[in-house]
């Protein structure tokens, strides 16, 4: 992994963030203080996810150290912060949000096995981008919801390409456009949708 691969990393990380905040902002009076809760938790969850791991590939490529767990707590928090996201997207779009309503979510208990973060990352995602896609059909605003569904093909992508063979720097090079191709659709769906 090289010094340059790692800074790279930060890229998607950063698309993320500033979708997250235009979905935050273009939500926030349309929620009820509960599933705006879920959904900053999630995104939060979700950021702070990868930029972990952004930051552990840079120590790595670097050679100042292999702070392992930073790789390690990736996916199990990535997949809780996207399903929890999930959630609140489908709230909004299904349920009353009054104002004065309050969620309460428990967080599910956290297992070793790989599968049950695999079906909350899938179900999350699907939840998130395709309520967003959902959502933008029903601001007449198409082309936002074919970005967000996009955005949800790529994260899938991103999902085949994580069991493949890392060890080549082919393999991570792909990946990382793939990411970045996700976030930015993420990112202009986000845009289209919520711009003042």
Do not use: H
Request: charged share 10%; proline share 2%; aromatic share 14%.
């Amino acid at each position: 992994m090289s010094v340059s691969m790692a800074i790279v990393d930060f890229i998607p990380v950063i698309l993320f963030l500033i979708a997250a905040v235009l979905i935050q902002r273009g939500l926030y009076e349309q929620m009820s203080k509960g599933a705006f809760a879920l959904l900053s938790a999630g995104t939060i969850m979700v950021f702070c996810a990868g930029f972990m791991k952004a930051l552990w590939k840079l120590m790595y490529a670097m050679n100042l150290c292999d702070f392992e767990r930073l790789n390690q707590t990736f996916f199990p928090m990535q997949a809780l912060g996207f399903l929890l996201a999930g959630i609140s997207i489908v709230a909004l779009l299904f349920f009353p949000q009054k104002k004065e309503t309050l969620l309460a979510a428990g967080a599910p208990a956290v297992f070793g096995g790989t599968m049950v973060f695999v079906s909350m990352m899938v179900l999350g995602c699907f939840c998130f981008s395709g309520g967003l896609g959902v959502y933008a059909l029903r601001q007449k605003k198409t082309k936002a919801a074919v970005l967000f569904m996009a955005a949800f093909l790529f994260m899938m992508a991103m999902g085949y390409l994580s069991s493949r063979d890392f060890t080549k720097a082919s393999m991570n090079w792909i990946a990382e456009c793939v990411n970045l191709a996700g976030q930015l659709f993420l990112l202009f769906a986000s845009r289209e949708v919520f711009k003042k």
